[in-house]
C-alpha cells in the first residue's frame, strides 16, 4: 500500500498529469478511480471473512506474488493477451493496467520503504502489540484527504466514492484471467477482482467510515485476538501523522539495505511518483495506440521494482537493522 483513499487521490491527480494524447483515449478517467487499488484488490476479495485465517493468508499471499514479483511480466502478459483477443481497444482495459494497476505500484515502490522504516514493521505480526505499519497508513489517508480535498474524514462518507457506476467489462476479467495465470498461476483473478471492486464500498463504510467513534474502540479492543483492526477507523486526530511526514527531511534508511538514505519525506517520495509515473502511463498508452504491443518496448517502460521493497523484484524481502527504525 500507501492506504485505498491515498492511491485513490493519486489516480485523479495522474491526470493532470498526463498528455492529451494519452487523455483523449480516457473518455471516462473518472468513472474508474477504482482502479487505482491495484493488487491490493486481492487483500479487499471477501474482505469480511477476516476471521478465516486460511482465507485470509491466501488474499495475502496472492497479492504479495503481485507486489514483488515478475512486475514487467505481468503488464506484458496483461497487454499481450489484451492485444491477441481485441481487448485493448476496450477503455476499461487499458485504463485498468495504465493509470490503475501500474500507477498503484509504482506509487507504492516509491513510497513504501519509507513506510516501513518509520512504522517499524511491515507485515501483521503476533509479536508485537499492534500493526503499526497499518495504523500509519490510516494516519496519510487522513492526511491527504484533508490536504487535498479539505473534509474530515471522521465525518466524510468516503465509501460512496468508492461506489463504482459502471459495469466492469467482461473483456478486462477475461484479460486479467488469463494474464493472471500465465505470470503467477492464480486461477480466476480476473472474477476475483471484479467481486473485490464491487467490494469496496462496503469495506470503506464497514471498516474505515466510524462517525462516532464507535468503530475504534471497537477494533482497538479487538487488535490482540485480530491484529491489524486498530488500523481500520478513520476516526483518528489528523496531528497524529506528524511524526510520519518528514518534513524537517531528516535521514532515513531503506528497510533491507541501510546504505541506501535518504531525506526525502513522505510528499516529496508521492510527487516523484506522479512526475516519474505519468511519463510511464503515457508511453504505455502510445504504444497500446500503436498496438505494438513487444515485449522489449514494454520492458523498456516498466522498471521490474517490486512495490514492497522499491527494488529489483524478486529478492527476499526481510527487514535489517530494526535499531534504527523509530519506534
Not at 3 to 25: A, E, V
Not at 208 to 233: A, M, N, Q, Y
Not at 234 to 250: G, Q
Request: glycine content about 4%.
Amino acid at each position: 500500500m500507501p492506504g485505498p483513499k491515498t492511491h485513490d487521490i493519486f489516480y485523479h491527480q495522474l491526470k493532470k498529469k498526463l498528455n492529451t494524447n494519452t487523455l483523449s483515449s480516457f473518455k471516462n478517467y473518472d468513472d474508474y478511480s477504482v482502479f487505482a487499488q491495484g493488487h491490493d484488490f486481492f487483500i479487499y476479495y471477501n474482505f469480511y471473512k477476516i476471521w478465516n485465517q486460511k482465507k485470509l493468508d491466501q488474499n495475502v499471499q496472492e497479492s504479495v506474488l503481485l507486489q514483488e514479483h515478475k512486475f514487467q511480466e505481468f503488464v506484458y502478459n496483461y497487454l499481450k493477451s489484451a492485444s491477441n483477443s481485441g481487448a485493448i481497444e476496450d477503455e476499461q482495459t487499458r485504463l485498468f493496467i495504465g493509470p490503475g494497476y501500474v500507477m498503484h505500484h509504482i506509487l507504492d515502490a516509491y513510497t513504501h520503504p519509507y513506510i516501513i522504516y518509520y512504522a517499524g514493521d511491515h507485515t501483521r505480526d503476533p509479536k508485537n502489540k499492534t500493526w503499526q505499519h497499518g495504523i500509519v497508513e490510516n494516519l496519510l489517508d487522513i492526511y491527504m484527504m484533508n490536504k487535498y480535498e479539505f473534509i474530515d474524514p471522521k465525518t466524510y462518507p468516503v465509501h460512496l466514492e468508492f461506489e463504482q457506476k459502471r459495469k466492469i467489462s467482461p473483456s478486462l476479467v477475461d484479460t486479467l484471467n488469463e494474464s493472471l495465470e500465465e505470470t503467477y498461476g492464480i486461477a480466476n483473478g480476473g472474477n476475483k477482482i471484479e467481486i473485490a471492486i464491487w467490494q469496496m464500498p462496503l469495506f470503506m463504510k464497514t471498516l474505515k467510515f466510524d462517525k462516532h467513534g464507535i468503530k475504534k474502540v471497537l477494533f482497538d479492543s479487538l487488535d490482540p485476538l485480530l491484529k491489524g483492526t486498530s488500523s481500520f477507523s478513520y476516526h483518528r486526530d489528523i496531528e497524529e501523522v506528524s511524526p510520519y511526514l518528514n518534513e524537517k527531511h531528516e535521514v532515513w534508511l531503506h528497510p533491507m539495505y541501510e546504505s541506501i538514505q535518504s531525506t526525502e519525506s513522505f510528499m516529496d517520495l508521492y510527487n516523484k511518483a506522479l512526475e516519474n509515473g505519468s511519463q510511464m502511463v503515457d508511453s504505455l498508452e502510445a504504444l497500446c495506440q500503436s498496438g505494438r504491443v513487444h515485449r522489449d518496448d514494454i520492458y523498456s517502460i516498466i522498471p521490474n521494482i517490486a512495490s514492497t521493497y522499491g527494488l529489483e523484484c524478486g529478492q527476499e524481502f526481510k527487514i535489517k537493522n530494526k535499531k534504527y527504525f523509530k519506534k
